[in-house]
């Protein structure tokens, strides 16, 4: 599909990730397409921040986020930094225009409150599991008496509002991809539209934000395909002209899963801290699904937009291969110049050890862990070089110790991962005792946790103390090592 020269103005895309996290390559993979077709058809690309998940979202996420598409050279019209005529473009900060849009569907009939406990819905799914019954909710509140209802709210009763299903066989939808795609209603129940807490759930605030911001066309990852019957009733019951919808492929590893942390590094800092250019990674993640007309695979972001159109993707799953994108990276850089290449090495390594370096108080937080150990100023740099450089140098082999296999060690890696994040006071104490447990938890020796996570933290078996090192680096970077350390195994 392309646009028609008279209609350029109308079409505005979006990019709309939570930031629960680091940023996810996938969400540059989608925030590339969108991109792409905004600037083939002189429209606008918004970026949204879906931060309704209180528990998780994060506000040192939602930078990152931001920063990892900058690098990347992706910019975005309007956004919650740069404001627009659309906003707010953060959905914490659009809690009123949904609650007043979940109102009229509470009035119109589309939607109703379920006072459902979590103790009922429990139940009922060991139930549903049990007779082997379709898994979803049965509607229990779906016609509770005006009075009933009336009396539960009065008593202060927290419910969540869902959706009214409409008792037909089957909802259909184009896909400017796939065609007609169609669902059978019997697949479908009430999904919630209103969580109790009053923050809306992806649908509610999804169809709401992308009609009030004037969303032309949804281009997201095709794991949305499954709401998006939902989406297309929530259109219908407010009366509003549902976007063009267009699903991509989703990023797969090489056994075609869905790409994941554990068989691919997944964070786009990964690939900014281990010196992959910008340009390289566009490239590459341009070739997944999409490709040039004269089959060309060395190409720039202003080339991939003169030549887009929608019907040169592929539907395939398209294979997210690490060590393509490492050629690809070579090549983009032999063909720097001298100069280029000199200026990005000391923007990328250089420039961020003599900052670190030249922070006071960053370097009176280094001196207690090594002042009793020094005999020579020269000696500093050896023991402290790695609380402010990014790159180690340690090979995967010398994270499998004796005993252990890349299997067991990528394993371990992967529940540490989730072990740190989850600690919120980043202090010796705590990560001495939570590491100690974490030992017990995974059956691996001390001493064997202790030797691999030095490697991770520091680059070396002999190091200042462990946990005190860790705390001078921060939660971030030590959780940076540790995907940057799983990365390195994936690559074995």
């Not at 887009?308 to 799953?317: A, N, V």
């Not at 150990?373 to 110790?401: K, M, N, P, V």
């Amino acid at each position: 599909m392309e646009i028609k020269s008279g209609e350029e103005s109308v079409v505005r895309v979006r990019i709309a990730p939570s930031p629960t996290g680091d940023p996810h390559v996938g969400t540059a993979y989608i925030a590339l397409f969108n991109y792409a077709f905004a600037k083939k058809n002189n429209g606008k690309f918004v970026l949204r921040i879906e931060d309704t998940d209180q528990a998780r979202s994060r506000k040192e996420s939602e930078t990152m986020i931001m920063e990892s598409l900058k690098w990347l050279n992706i910019q975005w019209d309007e956004g919650p930094d740069i404001g627009g005529s659309h906003g707010p473009y953060r959905q914490s900060e659009r809690s009123e225009i949904y609650r007043e849009h979940a109102r009229i569907l509470l009035e119109n009939g589309s939607a109703y409150r379920c006072f459902c406990t979590k103790e009922r819905l429990e139940k009922m799914r060991e139930e549903q599991k049990k007779s082997k019954q379709f898994s979803g909710y049965d509607g229990f509140c779906r016609n509770l008496p005006k009075e009933t209802i009336d009396q539960y709210l009065s008593e202060n009763r927290p419910y969540v509002i869902r959706i009214k299903l409409p008792q037909q066989d089957t909802i259909s939808f184009r896909d400017e991809l796939r065609g007609q795609v169609e669902f059978d209603c019997s697949t479908l129940n009430d999904q919630i539209l209103m969580k109790a807490d009053g923050y809306p759930t992806y649908h509610l605030a999804n169809v709401v934000d992308d009609h009030l911001m004037k969303i032309s066309h949804v281009i997201r990852a095709e794991e949305w395909i499954s709401s998006t019957p939902i989406h297309i009733l929530l259109y219908k019951a407010y009366g509003w002209q549902p976007a063009k919808f267009i699903h991509m492929p989703l990023l797969r590893n090489a056994d075609k899963s869905k790409i994941s942390k554990r068989k691919n590094p997944v964070s786009l800092r990964y690939y900014e801290r281990q010196g992959f250019l910008p340009e390289a990674l566009i490239n590459f993640l341009a070739l997944q699904g999409w490709s040039l007309p004269t089959g060309e695979e060395i190409f720039s972001i202003d080339e991939m937009i003169k030549h887009f159109t929608l019907d040169r993707i592929s539907l395939g799953g398209p294979v997210f291969d690490l060590t393509k994108l490492i050629r690809f990276n070579g090549i983009y850089m032999r063909n720097l110049s001298a100069d280029d290449l000199a200026k990005r090495i000391t923007e990328a390594v250089i420039k961020q050890k003599l900052a670190q370096l030249q922070d006071q108080g960053y370097l009176m937080t280094i001196l207690p862990l090594i002042k009793d150990r020094l005999r020579l100023l020269s000696e500093f740099d050896a023991r402290t070089h790695f609380l402010y450089s990014g790159a180690l140098t340690y090979s995967a082999r010398d994270l499998i110790l004796k005993g252990k296999n890349l299997n067991q060690t990528k394993n371990m890696l992967n529940k540490a991962l989730e072990m740190y994040d989850a600690i919120a006071d980043w202090k010796p104490g705590n990560l001495d005792s939570e590491t100690r447990q974490f030992s017990e938890i995974v059956k691996w020796a001390t001493k064997d946790l202790f030797m691999v996570l030095r490697i991770i933290v520091t680059g070396s078996t002999e190091s200042p103390p462990l946990f005190e090192s860790m705390t001078v680096l921060g939660k971030t970077e030590c959780l940076n090592r540790l995907q940057d350390a799983i990365a390195t195994l994936q690559l074995e």
